[in-house]
């Protein structure tokens, strides 16, 4: 089955820029969402459609594609951004979702 | 204002089934797919399967096929998910959430509260 590859952790500096990456043979050819999870909530939509910012997200989250590759950039982190993220995307059919296993940025 | 109201916590043995509703308002229900998404405890985010509120086509996760049933009753705006042959593994607590964009897929923006089902004998 098709799979979303995620480091399982990146940690910054308060006012670093943080990148998180997600790989996918499909990415080439299918979008790619990031969302954010803090604990005990439901995730957020801070990316669709590569890179593209849902309204009411701060400014400082970003998302491209190079390749395989989707990447989640948030410029000058806040310790309020730390949570789980997670890439989402679909297989080549389009017809099967699929979540990266998610990433823990730290921010301190 | 889009809101997904979720069913109550669940308590079931190995080898039930379990079946978890989410009722919609806010929105023209037939318009929307709706996915279903769950998260174990202290794991990730698992896609399971989606759902197309107005003609009731489903797709599964190839891990679930054969387990899961999607479906969805228009009158009352409410998508239904039941799962069978409950194991401890499948303790998690289960979103649904509805697509981003009308008449088609690709990811979800609004999320229901979650239902946590725990399996235990």
């Known amino acids: 089955s098709y799979e979303l590859t995620q480091p399982p952790s990146v940690s910054v500096s308060p006012g670093q820029t943080a990148r998180i990456t997600c790989s996918g043979d499909a990415l080439p050819k299918k979008y790619a969402y990031w969302y954010q999870q803090k604990s005990g909530q439901a995730p957020v939509l801070v990316i669709y459609e590569d890179n593209k910012r849902p309204s009411g997200i701060p400014e400082r989250f970003s998302g491209s594609t190079s390749g395989t590759m989707a990447t989640l950039t948030v410029s000058g982190a806040q310790v309020e951004d730390e949570a789980d993220y997670y890439c989402?995307?679909?297989?080549?059919?389009?017809?099967?979702?699929?979540f990266g296993g998610g990433t823990k940025l730290t921010v301190l | 204002q889009v809101q997904l109201m979720q069913s109550g916590p669940e308590v079931t043995k190995p080898g039930a089934s379990v079946r978890l509703s989410c009722k919609t308002s806010g929105y023209t229900f037939s318009n929307y797919y709706m996915h279903w998404v769950r998260q174990a405890p202290g794991r990730g985010l698992e896609w399971m399967g989606i759902i197309n509120s107005s003609g009731g086509s489903t797709n599964y996760a190839q891990k679930f096929q054969g387990r899961i049933v999607m479906t969805r009753n228009t009158s009352v705006s409410t998508v239904y998910m039941e799962m069978s042959s409950l194991k401890s593994d499948d303790t998690a607590v289960y979103y649904c959430?509805?697509?981003?964009?009308?008449?088609?897929?690709?990811?979800?923006?609004?999320w229901g509260q979650g239902t946590l089902v725990i399996v235990s004998s």
């Open positions: 959430a509805r697509e981003r964009v009308p008449k088609q897929w690709g990811a979800p923006d609004s």
């Open positions: 989402h995307s679909t297989d080549s059919s389009g017809d099967l979702g699929v």
